[in-house]
């Protein structure tokens, strides 16, 4: 129930740095002239480095497994889940998981991508 706690908290603060780091950058590039996203790919990039270094800190550190996924799971959760899939598709290369690794990469975009076009459409409906 501990984990569960730091988790949560680690998530608020993570959607929060989110938000307010979007706002941030969505509004320094706004004059850019053509159309990107740059708040949203920002974050997803600033969320890749951060779960990395988390966890390489994590284990030089040896630090406590709430902290960790305080770090982690919470923080990078609540920033941006890309990191954690930036992740995930680290460790199958690590593991020389190389079919796996495409399939999971473009099974997640692809049906992603979808299941956005659906629920927007569902949306609609109601």
């Known amino acids: ?25 969505n509004e320094r590039t706004s004059g850019v002239g053509f159309p990107f996203s740059w708040g949203t790919f920002s974050v997803n990039i600033i969320g890749c480095f951060l779960i990395g270094l988390f966890y390489s800190l994590s284990e030089r550190w040896q630090l406590s497994i709430e902290i960790r996924l305080f770090l982690t799971v919470g923080i990078c959760g609540g920033f941006t889940t890309f990191s954690t899939f930036s992740n995930d598709n680290l460790s199958l290369l690590k593991g020389e998981f190389y079919g796996m690794f495409i399939l999971y990469t473009l099974l997640s975009i692809g049906i992603g991508l979808v299941a956005v076009m659906t629920g927007g459409y569902l949306g609609k409906q109601f």
């Open 1 to 25: 129930m501990k984990e569960i706690l730091y988790i949560f908290i680690g998530g608020g603060i993570g959607s929060v740095l989110r938000y307010l780091g979007q706002i941030a950058i």
